[in-house]
C-alpha cells in the first residue's frame, strides 16, 4: 500500500514531464537559431552604406532588424533608408557604432585602419564585427594589397587594425545585385562562406546570415579570410556542399 502511495505522484509527475514536451512547438532550424544566436532582434550599425552595404542592409532590415546606415553626410541616404523600410534610419558613423549590437563594415580597405583608431574601443565591445570590406588593388592600391598579405591577408589585417573584435568575414565576394535575388531562391540555398575565430561571433553570424535567406559556411579561423576575396575559387555562388568541397583543398 505505500508502494502505491508513492508511486502515484510519481506516475503523475512523469505525466506532466510527457505533456510538457508534447507541448513544446516544432520550430524550423531558422528559429531555433534565432532563438539561440541572433534574438528576436539585433541592432546593426552599417559602417559604409554603398551599393554592397545598402543591399545587405536591406535584408536585415526587411527581417525586422534595425538597421542605422551611416554616412558623413545621412541626408544623402534618405532614399536608401525608405526603401529599407521602417526598421531602417541613418546617421553619422559614430552614431551607427554606438547603435549597434553589431556592426557591419563594408567599406573601401583603406578605409579599415582609421575606422580601428576612431572607433576601435567601442567596437571591440560589440557581440560582433562582420567584415565584408576586402583589398581591391585596383581602388584600394598595390601597396595597401601587399601589406595586407604581409598581414597574413584580409582578416588578421583587419583583426590588427581593430584590435580585441569579434571578427567574421562574410559575404565578401557576392556582389550587390546577386544578394535579393539569391536570398529569394527556393531551390536550394547559396553558401556564405565565413571565416571567424570567435565561437560566439560566429554563432551569430551564422543565424544573422540564415535568417535573410543562406547557408554559411564556416571554412576556418581569420587566416583563412585571405580566400574570401573576389577572384578567389570561394568567390562567387556556390551551393554549401561546393563551398565546403573548394575549402577543403586550400589552406591557411
Keep these: 500500500m505505500t508502494n502505491a502511495i508513492v508511486a502515484a505522484p510519481h506516475r503523475r509527475h512523469m505525466l506532466s514531464l510527457i505533456v510538457a514536451a508534447v507541448a513544446l512547438p516544432v520550430l524550423p532550424h531558422e528559429t531555433w537559431a534565432q532563438a539561440a544566436g541572433s534574438g528576436d532582434a539585433v541592432k ?3 559602417i559604409g552604406s554603398g551599393r554592397e552595404g545598402g543591399a545587405l542592409g536591406t535584408l536585415f532590415a526587411k527581417k525586422g532588424h534595425p538597421v542605422m546606415f551611416s554616412s ?3 541626408e544623402t541616404l534618405k532614399e536608401l533608408v525608405a526603401s529599407a523600410g521602417p526598421a531602417a534610419k541613418a546617421g553619422t558613423v559614430e552614431e551607427a557604432v554606438a547603435f549597434g549590437d553589431a556592426i557591419v563594415l563594408v567599406v573601401p580597405y583603406t578605409a579599415v585602419e582609421q575606422i580601428g583608431k576612431e572607433y576601435g574601443k567601442q567596437i571591440a565591445a560589440k557581440r560582433l564585427l562582420l567584415d565584408v570590406s576586402n583589398p ?3 581602388r584600394d592600391g598595390e601597396d ?3 601589406q595586407v598579405n604581409e598581414m597574413g591577408g584580409a582578416g588578421l589585417a583587419t583583426a590588427k587594425f581593430i584590435p580585441g573584435a569579434k571578427i567574421v568575414r562574410g559575404f ?12 529569394a531562391k527556393t531551390d536550394g540555398k547559396v553558401g556564405v562562406p565565413i571565416a571567424g575565430d570567435d565561437r560566439g561571433a560566429i554563432d551569430l553570424a551564422e543565424a544573422l546570415i540564415r535568417e535573410i535567406g543562406f547557408e554559411p559556411v564556416l ?3 581569420l587566416a583563412m579570410g585571405k ?10 555562388e556556390h551551393s554549401p556542399e ?5 575549402a577543403a583543398t586550400l589552406k591557411a
Design 44 to 46: 546593426l550599425g552599417f
Design 72 to 74: 558623413r553626410h545621412p
Design 136 to 138: 581591391i588593388p585596383r
Design 144 to 146: 595597401l594589397v601587399k
Design 172 to 183: 565578401n565576394a557576392i556582389g550587390s545585385g546577386k544578394l535579393e535575388p539569391d536570398a
Design 219 to 221: 571554412v576556418g579561423g
Design 227 to 236: 580566400h574570401l576575396v573576389p577572384g578567389t575559387p570561394l568567390g562567387g
Design 242 to 246: 561546393e563551398l565546403r568541397q573548394i
